[in-house]
T-cell receptor, first 113, second 112 residues
Framework: DAGITQSPRHKVTETGTPVTLRCHQT?????MYWYRQDPGHGLRLIHY???????DKGEVSDGYSVSRSKTEDFLLTLESATSSQTSVYFC????????????FGDGTRLSIL | GEDVEQSLFLSVREGDSSVINCTYT??????LYWYKQEPGAGLQLLTY?????DMKQDQRLTVLLNKKDKHLSLRIADTQTGDSAIYFC????????????FGGGTRLMVKP
C-alpha cells in the first residue's frame, strides 16, 4: 500500500470552528489531492497540489483552503466549519500526475454539529 | 448530473460472475479506472485501462471498454464474499493534474 497517513481519522467539532486535516505521504510523489465523499456523489475533488506551494482548485473548493509547505504534507483547512462540510475526506497521491493512477489514504470522518 | 454514471446496486451468488457497468461522457478521456472501497476504508486501485485499448485482463478481473458508446465494464470471475464492497469507476482526461471524475459507486453484495 502507498504510504499515506491521514490525521485525525475521526473528528467532531462545532459549526464556526476552524478545522485542519493533514495528509502525510512517504512516497515522494509530486501530486496530492483532497476529495470529499458524500452518499450518492462518489468522490469530488476539493483542491490539489502539483508541487510545494503549488495548488489549484477542484470542483467543490468553496469554504476550503490548502497548503503544501513540504513535499510530504498537504493540509486541508476549513476556516469556519459548516454542517454542510460534514463528510468523509480522502487524500490521494500520484507520481508525475498525468496518467498516473492515484492512491488513496484511509480517510478522515468529519462531523460538524 | 454526473459525468460518470453507475448503477447503485448489484447482488450475485458466490461463484457467479459479476459485471459492473459504467458510462462516461467525456470523449477525451485518456485513462479509466476501477477502484474498490470496503467499509471504513479508502479506495483501493483495482485496475485501469488506457482509452486506446478494448480489453484488459488481470487475474479474475476483466475490463471492457467500448469507446464508441462510452461504456466501461468490470467483470469479476468466480465472485467471492470478500469481493463485497463498493466499486467506483473514474475517468481522467489527461490534464496536467490528472484530475479524476468519479461515478457514484456500485455496491456489490455477494451472497453465499
Amino acid at each position: 500500500d502507498a504510504g499515506i497517513t491521514q490525521s485525525p481519522r475521526h473528528k467532531v467539532t462545532e459549526t464556526g470552528t476552524p478545522v485542519t486535516l493533514r495528509c502525510h505521504q512517504t512516497e515522494n510523489h509530486r501530486y496530492m489531492y483532497w476529495y470529499r465523499q458524500d452518499p450518492g456523489h462518489g468522490l469530488r475533488l476539493i483542491h490539489y497540489s502539483y508541487g510545494v506551494k503549488d495548488t489549484d482548485k477542484g470542483e467543490v473548493s468553496d469554504g476550503y483552503s490548502v497548503s503544501r509547505s513540504k513535499t510530504e504534507d498537504f493540509l486541508l483547512t476549513l476556516e469556519s466549519a459548516t454542517s454542510s462540510q460534514t463528510s468523509v475526506y480522502f487524500c490521494a497521491i500520484s507520481d508525475r500526475g498525468s496518467n498516473q493512477p492515484q492512491h488513496f489514504g484511509d480517510g478522515t470522518r468529519l462531523s460538524i454539529l | 448530473g454526473e459525468d460518470v454514471e453507475q448503477s447503485l446496486f448489484l447482488s450475485v451468488r458466490e461463484g457467479d460472475s459479476s459485471v459492473i457497468n459504467c458510462t462516461y461522457t467525456d470523449s477525451s478521456s485518456t485513462y479509466l479506472y476501477w477502484y474498490k472501497q470496503e467499509p471504513g476504508a479508502g479506495l483501493q486501485l483495482l485496475t485501469y485501462i488506457f482509452s486506446n485499448m478494448d480489453m484488459k485482463q488481470d487475474q479474475r478481473l476483466t475490463v471492457l471498454l467500448n469507446k464508441k458508446d462510452k461504456h466501461l465494464s468490470l467483470r469479476i470471475a468466480d465472485t467471492q464474499t470478500g469481493d463485497s464492497a463498493i466499486y467506483f469507476c473514474a475517468e481522467s482526461i489527461g490534464t496536467s493534474g490528472n484530475m479524476l471524475t468519479f461515478g457514484g459507486g456500485t455496491r456489490l453484495m455477494v451472497k453465499p
